[in-house]
C-alpha cells in the first residue's frame, strides 16, 4: 500500500507510534511492586534515594518518554493529508493507557491508595489497552499475539530463574529483578544454602540429583540396548508369529504401566524379601549372602529401574525398526554370504549405521526416565533414595512458601540439562513425536 | 537373558563355535539355577503368581535357545523377559486382585493369617514361673538373654537358655548358678541392670509360640507364656485362650467372627483375603458412600481430558497458524522459545505455577490484587488445573499441528482463493478438517494420556479440595487414577487394593477401547501389518 514515498514516510512514523504503545504497556508491568524496580520509580518521582538495588532507571524513563513521543505523532498524524482514522486512534489510546497509568502511580505515592487495588487496576487497564491494540494493528496483530504467547510461556520460567537467584530466598519478598544485592555471591544465596553440606542432612539434594542421574542413564542404555537388539529381530528376520509379536509389543503399552503401580508396589516388595525367603526356603543356602535382593526390592533404584525396563519393549522399537529398515538390506546379505553370523552382521554393520540414531532415542529415554515422577513415587519410600523430582516435590510440600528460594534453585539444577537437550534435539523430538509417542 | 552376548564374543572367530557352544550352555545353565531358586522360593513362600511368571521366562529362554527355528525370538527375549515381569504379570495381577478382598486387614492369605495368630503368645495365671539372671552379649551390650532356672519340687532344677527370636534352650546341667560365660554372653553387672529394665519387661525370649517373659525385673521372676491363639482346623475358627471366645472363620468376606452380626470389636484382626467375585465393582453402584465421590471423580475426569485436550489444541494450533505465516522474523528461534515449556520436567513446572498461585503472596496475587482461592475451592482449583495443563501442552499440539499444516497441498488454497474464499472460510473448510484428519489420532492419544495425568492432579493439589462426607479419601479434583493411588497408598484410612485395582481395570478398559477405536478407525492397525 505505501505506493508513493509520502505514504512510505506516514506509514512509517505510526510505525513508531505503535512502539512507543508497546513501550507503555509493557513498562507499565515494569512498575508492578513485584516487578523489582518500584523503588525505583519512587527514587524518579520523590527524588528521595530509596533501595535502588540495580541500576534499572534508565528502563522507568521510557515510559514517560513514550507517552510523549505517542503525543507528538499524535499531532503529526492529526495535519497530515493521508490520515487514516485508525492510526490516531490508536495513538490516543496509547496516550490514555499511559497518562492512567501515570496517574495511578501518582496517587499510589501521595495519597497512599492501597498498593494492591492500583496494581489489580492497572492490570486491567494494560489487559484492555493490548486487547485495544490488537485490534487496532492488523498488520501488527501476529507479532503481538506472539508477544503475548512469550509471556504466558517464558514468564514462569523467568519467575522461577529469578527466585533462585533472588538473596531474599521468600515468596512473599520476591521481585522479579533482585533486591539487596550487594555482591556477585548474594545472587547465589539460595544456591549455596542447598547445595551446602549443613542442607544435605535434611535434604540430600546432591543425592537425589546421583539417584536421577543413576536411573536414568541406566535405563536409558539398557532399553536402547534391548530395544536395538529386538528391533534387529523385527527389521531382518521373518518368522511366524512376527506381525502378531510387533502388534502385541504395541499393544500391551496401551497399558501404561504406571496403572498397575498397585501390583508394581507389591511385587517389588517380594522381589526385595527374597533376601529373607530364600534362607527360609532353602536352608542349604542360607550361608550365602542373599541381601542383594534388596537393592531390586521396594525403595530401591535398582527395582525402580526394572519396572522402567519392562516398558522399554515399545514404541522405541517400533521406532528403531523404521531406521534399519532403511538400511539397505543388500548390506547385510552380502556379508552373510561372507559367512559373517547375524551377531556379526548387527555389531560390525547396521549398529555403526545406525548408532546415531540410537544415541538419540537414548537421549530420549534418559530425559523421560528423569522426569518420570509417578512411579518414583510409590515405589521409593525413603529420603536418601527419592530420585530428584520425587525429592523436590517432597521439598516443595514441606515448606513452601519458606523456602521457595531454595526449592526455585533446585528446580533451575534439575531443569536446565533437560531444556537445553531438549532445544538441542527439537527436530528430532518432532519427528518422533508424530509418530506416536505422546505427553501433554 | 545375556545368551546370545556370551554366544559369540569375538568378531572374527576368536572363540571355537565349541567354546562358543559351552560358553552358552554355562551362561543358559547358570540362568536356569537362578530361575529354579526363585520359583521355588517363591512358590515356598506363596506367591504362585511371582512362581509362574518366573518359571514362564526360564521356559521361554530355554525353548529359544534350543529350538533353532525360534532364533530370531533370541533377540527378543531380554525385552520379552523384562515385559512378561513388569508388564504383563501385573496386569494379570492387578486382574486378580480386583475380585478379592485384598486391603488393610486382609492382606494375609487364610494359613498366613493362622500362622500370624498362632505366634501371639499370653501368661496363664498358673504359668511355670522361672527365677532369672539377666545376661548380655561380650560384644553386643544391647543383645540379652536370660539363664533361667525353675525348681521343679523333687530336688531338681530345669535350667533353660532364652535368647531373642531363637528357641528356648534347656542346658543340661545339675548347677543352677549361673556361668561367669556362656554362648559368648557374660552376666549382667548390677549396676547395668538399671538401664534396660523396660527392655527386659517389654521384651519375651525364645521364638514363635514358645516364649519366657519377664514379668518382675526387680524380684527376677519371668513366666513361661503360651500360645494364645489357637486354630481348630474341624471347627475352622481360632480361640481365643484369654477371653474363651471363639472366632469362626467367615470365607466369604475373609474376617474371623466372634459372634456374626455384631459390632466390630468381635472381629480378630488381620483377617485374610478371600475371593469375593464381583463385589468390587458392583460396590461402585450400591455402596452410597462410595457412589457418590466416584460419580464425581469420573465426571471431572472425562471433563479434565477433554478440556486439556480441547484448550492444549485451539492455543497450540493458534500459535502454529502465527508461527507459519513467512513474515514472521526468528520463526526457528520463536519456536524454540515456545516449546521450552514442554521440555521442562512436568512436576517442576507445576509446582513453580503451583508457587505464583499461591493466594496470599504469590505473584498472580500480587499482580491482580485479589485473593483467588486456587487450593480451597473446587471450581478455581480446577481453572488452576487446566491453566497448568494448558501451560504443559500446548507446545506438543503446537509441533504436531505445524508439521500437519505444512504437509496441506498449497493448491487447495489457491483454488479456494480463485474461487473467493476468504481467509475465515479457508481456515473453517479448508485448514481445520485438512488438520484434523491429519492429528485426530494423536488428539484421542492426548485424551487417553490426559486421562491418566496423574503428575498435574497430584502435584498441583493431592486431589483437592475434599469432597465432604465420603468414607474412602476423594477430593473434587481427583481423577480416577488419582483416586485409586489415594485408595491404594492415600491417607490414614487403610489401603483397599482389591476395589483400587477394580477401578484401575475399569480404566484399563476406557482406555483400551478408545485406544483401539483409534486403531481402527485411522487405519494404523493396517500400516502395522503392511509394514511388517
Known amino acids: 500500500m505505501s505506493d508513493t514515498p509520502r505514504q512510505a514516510s506516514y506509514d512509517f512514523v505510526v510505525s513508531i507510534g505503535n512502539v512507543a504503545f508497546v513501550v507503555i504497556l509493557l513498562g507499565s508491568f515494569m512498575i508492578m511492586p513485584w516487578f523489582g524496580t518500584y523503588s525505583g520509580w519512587k527514587l524518579l518521582t520523590t527524588e528521595t534515594p530509596l533501595n535502588a538495588s540495580l541500576p534499572l532507571l534508565p528502563v522507568l524513563w521510557l515510559v514517560p518518554l513514550a507517552l510523549v513521543a505517542a503525543g507528538v505523532l499524535l499531532l503529526w498524524a492529526m495535519f497530515r493529508p493521508e490520515r487514516k482514522p485508525q492510526a490516531y486512534r490508536l495513538i490516543i489510546a496509547a496516550c490514555v493507557v499511559g497518562l492512567l497509568y501515570y496517574v495511578l502511580f501518582i496517587f499510589t505515592l501521595t495519597q497512599e491508595l492501597p498498593a494492591r487495588a492500583t496494581v489489580g487496576i492497572g492490570t486491567i487497564v494494560i489487559l484492555i489497552g493490548l486487547l485495544a491494540l490488537i485490534w487496532q494493528m492488523r498488520t501488527y496483530r501476529p507479532i503481538l499475539v506472539l508477544l503475548m504467547a512469550l509471556i504466558f510461556a517464558l514468564f514462569p520460567v523467568l519467575w522461577v530463574i529469578s527466585a533462585a537467584f533472588n538473596p531474599s530466598g521468600n515468596m512473599a519478598t520476591q521481585t522479579l529483578i533482585p533486591q539487596n544485592v550487594q555482591s556477585i555471591g548474594d545472587l547465589f544465596a539460595n544456591f549455596n544454602k542447598l547445595l551446602s553440606p549443613e542442607a544435605q542432612t535434611l535434604y540430600p539434594f546432591w543425592r537425589w540429583m546421583f539417584n536421577s542421574l543413576f536411573v536414568a542413564s541406566i535405563t536409558a542404555v539398557l532399553s536402547v540396548a534391548i530395544s536395538a537388539l529386538a528391533a534387529y529381530s523385527f527389521s531382518r528376520f521373518r518368522f511366524q508369529g512376527r506381525q502378531n509379536l510387533l502388534l502385541l509389543v504395541l499393544l500391551i503399552q496401551v497399558f501404561p504401566n504406571m496403572l498397575a503401580m498397585v501390583a508394581l508396589f507389591l511385587i517389588l516388595q517380594q522381589i526385595g524379601k527374597l533376601s529373607e525367603f530364600i534362607p527360609a526356603a532353602i536352608p542349604a543356602l542360607a550361608g550365602i549372602d542373599w541381601s542383594f535382593f534388596r537393592a531390586f526390592g521396594l525403595d530401591s533404584l535398582g527395582g525402580l529401574i526394572l519396572v522402567y525396563l519392562g516398558g522399554a519393549l515399545g514404541i522405541n522399537t517400533w521406532l528403531m525398526k523404521g531406521f534399519y529398515d532403511s538400511v539397505p538390506r543388500e548390506i547385510d546379505e552380502s556379508a552373510q554370504v561372507d559367512g559373517a553370523t547375524h551377531w556379526q552382521t548387527f555389531r560390525l554393520l547396521i549398529f555403526p549405521l545406525v548408532r546415531p540414531i540410537l544415541a538419540v532415542v537414548a537421549v530420549l529415554a534418559f530425559v523421560g526416565t528423569f522426569n518420570e515422577f509417578v512411579l518414583a513415587r510409590v515405589l521409593l519410600r525413603s529420603k536418601d533414595n527419592y530420585t530428584l523430582m520425587v525429592g523436590l516435590y517432597l521439598f516443595v510440600s514441606d515448606n513452601f512458601a519458606k523456602d521457595w528460594g531454595g526449592f526455585a534453585a533446585g528446580a533451575l539444577i534439575g531443569a536446565a540439562p533437560i531444556v537445553i537437550v531438549y532445544l538441542l534435539l527439537q527436530d528430532q523430538i518432532v519427528g518422533g513425536l508424530t509418530t506416536g509417542a505422546v505427553k501433554g | ?532
Do not use: C
Request: hydrophobic share 50%.
Open chain 2, 1 to 532: 537373558m545375556s545368551a546370545q552376548s556370551t554366544a559369540v564374543r569375538g568378531p572374527s572367530g576368536l572363540l571355537t563355535p565349541v567354546v562358543q557352544q559351552i560358553l552358552k550352555l554355562l551362561g543358559l545353565a547358570f540362568l536356569d539355577v537362578f530361575g529354579i531358586l526363585l520359583f521355588y522360593t517363591f512358590w515356598y513362600v506363596g506367591q504362585w503368581g511371582l512362581a509362574a511368571a518366573i518359571a514362564i521366562i526360564t521356559l521361554l529362554v530355554n525353548v529359544v535357545v534350543f529350538v533353532p527355528r525360534l532364533y530370531p525370538v533370541r533377540w527378543l527375549s531380554p525385552g520379552l523377559a523384562m515385559m512378561i515381569l513388569m508388564v504383563i504379570y501385573p496386569i494379570i495381577f492387578t486382574f486378580t486382585v480386583a475380585f478379592t478382598n485384598y486391603s488393610d486387614g486382609h492382606l494375609y492369605g487364610k494359613s498366613e493369617s493362622i500362622a500370624l495368630h498362632g505366634r501371639v503368645t499370653y501368661t496363664p495365671a498358673d504359668a511355670r514361673v522361672y527365677q532369672f539372671e539377666p545376661f548380655v552379649a561380650k560384644d553386643d551390650p544391647s543383645q540379652l538373654a536370660l539363664w533361667l532356672t525353675h525348681d521343679r519340687g523333687d530336688g531338681t532344677t530345669e535350667v533353660l537358655w532364652a535368647r531373642v527370636d531363637e528357641p528356648l534352650q534347656p542346658v543340661d546341667t545339675d548347677d543352677p548358678t549361673p556361668p561367669e560365660e556362656f554362648e559368648g554372653f557374660r552376666p549382667m553387672e548390677r549396676s547395668e541392670l538399671f538401664g534396660v529394665i523396660r527392655q527386659l519387661e517389654s521384651g519375651t525370649f525364645g521364638e514363635g509360640a514358645d516364649t519366657v517373659s519377664v514379668t518382675s525385673a526387680s524380684r527376677r521372676t519371668a513366666a513361661r507364656a503360651e500360645q494364645r491363639y489357637v486354630y481348630d482346623e474341624e471347627l475352622d475358627g481360632i480361640t481365643d485362650r484369654v477371653t474363651e471366645t471363639f472366632y469362626a472363620a467367615d470365607n466369604e468376606i475373609g474376617s474371623w467372627i466372634a459372634a456374626k452380626g455384631t459390632a466390630e470389636e468381635s472381629k480378630l484382626e488381620p483377617g485374610f483375603f478371600v475371593f469375593v467375585g464381583f463385589t468390587n465393582f458392583t460396590r461402585f453402584f450400591s455402596d452410597p458412600a462410595l457412589r457418590g465421590p466416584l460419580a464425581i471423580v469420573f465426571g471431572w475426569t472425562v471433563a479434565f481430558a477433554f478440556l486439556s485436550v480441547f484448550t492444549t489444541f485451539v492455543l497450540g494450533l493458534f500459535m502454529a497458524l502465527i508461527l507459519n505465516e513467512k513474515s514472521i522474523p526468528y520463526r526457528k528461534a520463536l519456536r524454540s522459545l515456545l516449546i521450552i515449556p514442554y521440555a521442562i520436567p512436568a512436576v517442576i513446572s507445576i509446582l513453580a505455577w503451583k508457587g505464583m498461585m499461591n493466594p496470599n503472596i504469590g505473584v498472580f496475587a500480587k499482580t491482580l490484587g485479589i485473593e483467588v482461592p486456587w487450593f480451597s475451592d473446587a471450581g478455581w482449583a480446577k481453572i488452576g488445573i487446566v491453566l497448568i495443563n494448558l501451560w504443559l501442552g500446548y507446545p506438543y499440539m503446537m509441533l504436531i499441528t505445524s508439521g500437519a499444516l505444512q504437509s496441506i497441498p498449497t493448491d487447495i488454497y489457491e483454488a479456494a482463493e480463485v474461487d473467493g474464499a476468504g481467509s475465515r472460510q479457508r481456515f473453517w473448510n479448508i485448514t481445520l478438517p485438512l488438520l484434523l484428519v491429519a492429528v485426530g489420532p494423536l488428539l484421542i492419544a492426548s485424551f487417553t494420556f490426559n486421562f491418566n495425568n496423574f503428575v498435574v492432579i497430584e502435584a498441583y493439589n493431592k486431589g483437592g479440595p475434599p469432597i465432604p462426607g465420603t468414607l474412602t479419601p476423594a477430593g473434587y479434583t481427583d481423577i480416577l487414577i488419582s483416586y485409586t493411588y489415594r485408595l491404594a497408598f492415600g491417607s490414614g484410612r487403610g489401603a483397599d487394593y482389591g476395589l483400587a485395582s477394580a477401578i484401575t481395570i475399569v480404566i484399563f478398559f476406557i482406555v483400551a477401547t478408545i485406544t483401539l477405536l483409534n486403531f481402527r478407525f485411522t487405519g494404523q492397525w493396517e500400516e502395522v501389518s503392511k509394514n511388517v
